[in-house]
């Protein structure tokens, strides 16, 4: 028996909706892990050590160990403890949590990495630590490290097929349901990936937009 | 010390640890006076600078504005109200300009008035044309840093200083860094200020712009003040032999 796509339109209707499950999950857990990255690596570099700590046991975590543990712990884990998250939630703080910690470690480079002059350039004006770091120091930092943040994003993007396990009807989960019907894996997994590789030009897309833009600005 | 003495360096004196790299040295410029500093590289003039907004903490001695005390011990969150208190009353200007990049030139210089005076943004942009008019630079309000030579980075990097209104200006080798032909445009601006009695102290190795714009001179090696006196004495009868040596050099190379 060969390959049969005629049975993949049918189902046409069902992987857009999924697809685009997959693209409001990518997009929330992506602003999440942006802002969440910001957020660690300020910690991580200026934060007092009794901040700093408990803040780095957590980064550790997510780091050593796996997403796909991670999302099990969020949806099915804290029910236990009467935290009763909706999967789609779920998904976004799992994926956004950990590519957090990822885009942090990328960020902290970055603001290691700009210039000595620029603190003293701020500091002489009269602006505080915080105020400095807060405007001269992190947007810097953000510009250069846009590139290496924007290939995490699509890693986050097929990562976020992971998160079909919990529930969530994305794109990997819907082809999955339309294979249970229709018994035709190979078909429906090839049309997901057509899919997921069009989402990813279409990210790519924005990404390299968004670089330029900040790099015509410089 | 006259009455109108504005910076008052009392006995400053730096090391880390063994190394001296200041020996008590007491400075006073009086309000309107120009002071530059010349001397070999490692002497501790851009140390001496420094200490004046408390960038190089002093390990000894005091530094005074007027009747504050910029390098005063006080706790770490008293301190930090107290020293960007007294930074914004003092300019300061870097060899490597330290413009932000990621920021117009009118943010450069509106950025710590609209932070730190609370001024509207309409008064922000005059001030920032006002500052921008008397560099010279008016027309290039909305360029980046990047898309700027050194010269004009660096006469940015003057009027943002000025947008804060300062008692005092350091220009700590602001010529240094620029190619031959641009230094004279950052000469004159620096020139312009100097003839609206900005009171300025400036640690530099252009000896003929010291001589001509500056009331005195100071000339120190290895964290001493050797010599010091008005230009015409420094650079053309030096008493000290190794201001001297130091003088024939810098006209040898």
């Known amino acids: ?55 780095r046991l957590f980064a550790w975590l997510f780091m050593g160990t796996p997403l796909l543990l991670q999302l099990f712990l969020i949806y099915f884990g804290l029910i236990e403890i009467g935290v009763d998250l909706p999967a789609f939630v779920a998904g976004v703080i799992g994926l956004g949590l950990h590519y957090a910690v990822y885009n942090s470690d990328i960020i902290q480079a970055g603001i290691l990495a700009v210039d000595k002059g620029q603190h003293e350039g701020a500091r002489t004006l009269g602006l505080s630590k915080v105020q400095t770091i807060r405007k001269i120091v992190v947007p810097q930092a953000v510009n250069t490290v846009l590139p290496p943040i924007g290939n995490n994003m699509i890693a986050l993007l097929k990562d976020s097929a992971l998160v079909s396990v919990i529930g969530v009807a994305e794109l990997t989960l819907t082809s999955q349901l339309a294979i249970s019907k229709t018994f035709r894996p190979f078909e429906f997994y090839l049309a997901a990936a057509a899919f997921y590789y069009v989402i990813n030009l279409g990210l790519e897309f924005g990404l390299r937009r968004i670089e330029r833009r900040i790099q015509i600005s410089r | 010390m006259t009455e109108n003495t504005f910076i008052d360096i009392r006995h400053a004196a730096k090391s880390y640890g063994a190394l001296e790299v200041l020996k008590d040295i007491s400075l006073q410029v009086d309000k309107g006076q120009i002071v530059a500093i010349i001397g070999p590289s490692g002497s501790g003039k851009s140390t001496l600078l420094r200490a004046i907004n408390d960038l190089d903490p002093l390990t000894g001695g005091e530094v005074w504005l007027e009747d504050m005390q910029i390098n005063k011990k006080l706790p770490q969150r008293q301190y930090e109200k107290h020293i960007n208190h007294v930074r914004q009353q003092i300019g300061m200007v870097f060899q490597h300009f330290n413009l932000f990049p990621h920021l117009t030139v009118r943010e450069n210089i509106t950025l710590a008035p609209k932070m730190l005076k609370g001024i509207s943004d309409a008064q922000a942009n005059t001030l920032a044309e006002e500052q921008l008019d008397k560099v010279g630079l008016l027309d290039r309000i909305d360029y980046y840093p990047s898309q700027l030579s050194g010269g004009q980075k660096q006469r ?64 120190m090696d290895e964290g001493v003040v050797v010599e010091e006196g008005p230009p015409d004495v420094i650079f053309k009868n030096p008493k000290n032999e190794r201001t001297q040596n130091f003088l024939r050099k810098h006209l040898e190379s």
Do not use: Q
């Open chain 1, 1 to 55: 028996m060969g390959l049969d796509f005629s049975v993949v339109p049918g189902y046409l209707d069902a992987l857009f909706l999924g697809a685009l499950w997959t693209i409001a999950i990518t997009l929330s857990a992506a602003v999440l892990s942006f802002f969440g990255g910001i957020g660690l690596a300020v910690i991580a570099l200026y934060a007092p050590l009794v901040i700093r700590l408990p803040f």
């Open chain 2, 156 to 219: 940015v990097a003057i009027a943002r200083a000025l947008a804060m209104k300062p008692k005092v200006m350091l220009f700590d080798e602001a010529t240094s860094a620029l190619d031959p032909e641009l230094v004279e445009e950052v000469n004159l601006v620096m020139k312009k200020l100097a003839e609206e009695h900005m009171t300025m102290i400036i640690v530099t190795h252009e000896m003929g712009f010291a001589e001509s714009v500056c009331d005195r001179v100071l000339f």
